[in-house]
């Protein structure tokens, strides 16, 4: 028989990026016992705001508060992880994806698709109630060899999940359904241990059947546009010199035109957006952009007209939800203004509030890109918060009914 218990809902965040996710669960009431980062950029700026900011986790006194990669965690800390076995609701997120993506290499062999095992290890270890499970799209595709195709990463994690007694379901969510301003399509799999009793497809339908009344709640709709998401930050609402960056010029508020606006400045006390600084564009390019906006240009049109090497350039639709945002910020053109999307634009599209502040660099390049996670990437890497709130609600729901 069910009842309903109050209780503290706690869950563990790995790969947790700049604190998407977490935000999105914190937002829902959910309790961080802590998250693992091995990117001190990343890990910078979820200490800012969630750890020191809101006092979001109850950090444990045997885990250092810092970057710290999973194999170090589950060498260095296994007793104590073995101690956590059974005692954790929840453990959320995915290992990078940079590996699986079909927008980039799409590597078999890239050493960072070897970090699923490592998140096996430690489900092995902590055994939660739940798992939420997060990738790109293609991570659900084969990787096909020369001579033969290879296995989809999706059904490997699946196989091994059941075998440590979970029930599995996985599906492809469009958050631009669940009112992130963007056509996002990632994979989303929730486990669920079966001494609970509870399909994990109950997951997905509670999801959906809940996400008008949800979204109402924030007087807000599905299919929010770029232009409903950013237009109170356009160049033209004026500017200042930027306050973390010399030579640079950063934007200031514009009236905020609507809902999604309102949502996303509420709490900041900032009279400048943080990270609202406008690239340093050549004269040329600025007229590469002026034309591409004037003549509305496609992709192909652009590379062929400017014979660029670069493969992809879109300018955005104001009338439309962006498409994913990369890491990369040049490969985007703004919809009405010569120029590429700020950080704050990046984060609105990604639905993080303007309170929260990015840390680190904007940018990096050469040899540095594969180890630095500058402001761009993080935003870029990161799970919508508004989405993860909806899926922290969900899951609070179905751990709220305890076995008597």
């Not at 952009?289 to 090497?309: A, G, H, P, R, W």
């Not at 990015?358 to 630095?372: H, I």
């Amino acid at each position: 028989m069910y009842s309903m218990s109050k209780k503290v809902h706690t869950y563990i965040d790995l790969f947790a990026g700049c604190g998407g996710l977490s935000l999105g669960l914190h937002n829902a009431g959910w309790h961080g016992l802590f998250a693992i980062e091995k990117n001190s950029d990343a890990f910078k700026t979820l200490k800012y705001n969630l750890i020191d900011k809101k006092k979001h986790f109850d950090w444990p006194e045997w885990l250092p508060e810092k970057p710290l990669e999973i194999n170090s965690l589950l060498h260095e800390y296994k007793d104590q992880l073995s101690e956590m076995k059974g005692k954790v609701d929840l453990v959320v997120g995915g290992p990078p994806c940079q590996g699986f993506s079909t927008a980039g290499r799409r590597k078999e062999d890239d050493t960072r698709n070897g970090l699923i095992d490592s998140y096996i290890e430690f489900i092995t270890a902590v055994r939660p109630k739940f798992i939420l499970f997060e990738n790109v799209k293609g991570f659900t595709q084969q990787f096909v060899k020369a001579k033969s195709a290879g296995r989809k990463y999706s059904d490997y994690v699946k196989e091994k999940l059941v075998g440590l007694g979970y029930r599995v379901h996985g599906d492809i969510i469009n958050f631009s359904e669940f009112g992130v301003p963007q056509t996002r399509h990632r994979f989303i799999l929730v486990g669920i241990k079966v001494t609970e009793e509870i399909d994990p497809e109950k997951f997905f339908n509670n999801l959906f059947n809940n996400k008008n009344s949800f979204l109402k709640t924030k007087s807000l709709s599905s299919g929010i546009t770029i232009a409903t998401a950013i237009s109170d930050l356009e160049r033209k609402n004026g500017e200042v010199a930027s306050p973390d960056s010399k030579n640079f010029k950063a934007g200031i508020y514009g009236e905020a035109k609507n809902n999604f606006q309102k949502l996303m400045r509420r709490g900041s006390k900032s009279l400048l957006p943080d990270s609202h600084r406008f690239a340093n564009h050549k004269k040329e390019i600025e007229d590469r952009f002026s034309f591409t906006i004037k003549e509305d240009l496609s992709n192909k049109q652009i590379q062929q007209i400017f014979k660029l090497k670069k493969l992809h350039t879109t300018k955005l639709d104001p009338n439309k939800p962006s498409p994913t945002l990369t890491t990369l910020p040049d490969d985007y053109i703004h919809y009405n203004e010569p120029r590429i999307m700020t950080v704050r634009e990046y984060a609105r599209i990604q639905t993080f509030p303007d309170w929260f502040h990015f840390q680190g660099r904007y940018t990096t390049g050469g040899k540095n890109r594969v180890l630095e996670v500058p402001r761009y990437t993080q935003i870029g890497n990161a799970i919508p918060p508004l989405f993860g709130e909806q899926v922290g609600l969900i899951l609070k729901q179905l751990n709220t009914y305890e076995l008597k």
